[in-house]
């Protein structure tokens, strides 16, 4: 059963990966063109009126076209990985927590994800387009970046565990885990150091819609694969449930 899981997970990752690059390439890649022509302006004007963009100084490593092309790679690649994941620790939920229903499993699970990997690490360092972020910074950034998700995925976790012993109906137990969730995210969230380093006349706009952009290809990939998950699941349950 682990294994069909494993499998199942992994390719629908893979399409749900590929669903999420559409989004990102139609959304997103619009926004990276407008923050690289930004980047280009600001170093031309900075090496002086005529200069050549920076770029073409240093040489451009990876053309555009082959990191828009690299795009669906990315997506595909961190869909296998995100859907493999998934379906190790739906398997390990499965009867133990959750909705009965496997579909209600799978969308339950999707969703927790999606707010304990992305939505909170979101709310203290968003991305970023190019142009934004000091280099030398990156290592300090990445660290508080995955303390972020651990901060989530403990959350999550001591939210199910007050879930489960709060007594009473569903009124009293979504209430207390909700806040079980929010309490060391909003405390994590202050202790921790923020990252502010938007340069001075970067335009709001381009940043909020990258910004946005970035977390609907989250959305986008969530969405389809929980819903494709739930959808083979309830399937595979209702067939395994037809005698032969």
Not at 31 to 56: C, F, Q, S, V
Not at 109 to 134: E, Q, R, W, Y
Request: with cysteine.
């Amino acid at each position: 059963m682990v294994r069909t899981l494993l499998v199942r997970g992994l390719l629908l990752g893979l399409l749900a990966g590929l669903v999420a690059g559409v989004f990102a390439f139609t959304a997103g890649e619009p926004r990276i063109d407008e923050a690289i022509a930004l980047e280009n302006a600001a170093a031309a004007h900075e090496h002086g009126a005529g200069a050549p963009a920076h770029e073409h100084e240093h040489g451009e490593e990876v053309s555009r076209g082959t990191q828009k092309a690299g795009l669906f790679l990315a997506t595909g690649l961190y869909g296998l990985a995100a859907g493999g994941v998934f379906a190790l620790v739906y398997a390990g939920l499965r009867g133990r927590v959750g909705p009965r229903s496997d579909g209600g499993l799978a969308l339950a699970a999707a969703g927790t994800a999606f707010a304990a990997v992305i939505i909170v690490p979101f709310l203290k360092c968003p991305a970023n387009p190019p142009a934004v972020g000091d280099p030398e910074t990156i290592n300090s950034r990445t660290l508080l970046y995955l303390a972020m998700i651990g901060v989530g995925l403990l959350a999550t976790a001591i939210a199910v565990t007050t879930a489960r012993s709060v007594p009473g109906g569903p009124w009293a137990r979504w209430p207390a885990a909700v806040l079980a969730f929010a309490v060391p995210v909003a405390v994590a969230s202050l202790l921790l150091p923020g990252v502010d380093e938007v340069p001075d006349g970067f335009p709001a706009t381009l940043l909020w819609q990258f910004r946005m952009t970035s977390l609907g290809t989250q959305l986008v990939f969530w969405a389809a694969f929980g819903t494709l998950f739930g959808w083979f699941c309830d399937r595979a349950a209702r067939s395994a449930a037809v005698p032969a």
